[in-house]
């Protein structure tokens, strides 16, 4: 397992932190989503045989934030 922090902005309540945890944790390979609204930060614990952090940026993306 691999382990990523990403800085995402626009993440400001609850509703956030639901939307980016909810999708990337759906993704296939990804075991653990953690979204900090203090820091603007998702950390992320993957199999990078089954998911790239293209594809969790991608998915974060869709849900409207912009990671940096």
Known sequence: M???????????????????EGSVSKLQGVSEVKVNLENGTVDVEYDAAAVGVDAIKETIDDQGFDVK
């Open 2 to 20: 691999k382990n990523v922090t990403l800085n995402v902005e626009g993440m400001s309540c609850g509703h956030c932190v639901n939307a980016v």
